[in-house]
T-cell receptor
């Protein structure tokens, strides 16, 4: 069965520091992997996704993630945190089912940025 | 291009009542998916519609149902509401969602409170 694990429900960093949000997955088929961000009282916004090809994926707002098959990981990073990055981040994997795809989401990591 | 719209944004109901939520996808998008987000269970897939047909359904009781109209607008219905149905209900649209790679665009959600 497909599953997604996000290590750490809360991650706290100082403004300007490296952001690292961890995501590990379990999938019986080649996965498609996504990172989403959710700001308070809003829906989810896609940050980046891995489908095929280059394993280092660059997204919006300076975020990037690297797909490591051997480690079944898809960690999200950003070199320098900004106050506006404070939000909830979700890792997701989508797998085929019935001619479509069903996404499975991690429990989310709340990123706290201190001035 | 207008984004995904969901109505109403907020809703208060009492146990035993039923509720209907509406989602209008981005123009040209034919796939609409519904998700339930709660603090306890996180983000869970409810169902997905494409061209008026339900293609996938998550692990939810039959009280949860949905439909899609010819203009791709979708509604979800929850009958005999329970306290545990209190959640943020998110709708997402994409052009096809047949390869698992397409981007899903999320609406702001409908926050349902069951008293």
């Amino acid at each position: 069965a497909q599953s997604v694990t996000q290590l750490g429900s809360h991650v706290s960093v100082s403004e300007g520091a490296l952001v690292l949000l961890r995501c590990n997955y379990s999938s019986s088929v080649p996965p498609y992997l996504f990172w989403y961000v959710q700001y308070p009282n809003q829906g989810l916004q896609l940050l980046l996704k891995y489908t095929t090809g280059a394993t280092l994926v660059k997204g919006i707002n300076g975020f990037e993630a690297e797909f490591k098959k051997s480690e079944t990981s898809f960690h999200l990073t950003k070199p320098s945190a900004h106050m506006s990055d404070a939000a909830e981040y979700f890792c997701a994997v989508s797998f085929p089912s019935g001619g479509s795809y069903i996404p499975t989401f991690g429990r989310g990591t709340s990123l706290i940025v201190h001035p | 291009k207008a984004g995904v719209t969901q109505t109403p944004r907020y809703l208060i109901k009492t146990r035993g009542q039923q509720v209907t939520l509406s989602c209008s996808p981005i123009s040209g998008h034919r796939s609409v998916s519904w998700y339930q987000q709660t603090p306890g269970q996180g983000l869970q897939f409810l169902f997905e519609y494409f061209s008026e047909t339900q293609r996938n359904k998550g692990n939810f009781p039959g009280r949860f149902s949905g439909r899609q109209f010819s203009n791709s607008r979708s509604e979800m219905n929850v009958s005999t509401l329970e306290l545990g149905d209190s959640a943020l209900y998110l709708c997402a649209s994409s052009i096809h969602w047949t390869s698992g790679q397409e981007t899903q665009y999320f609406g702001p959600g409908t926050r349902l409170l069951v008293l």
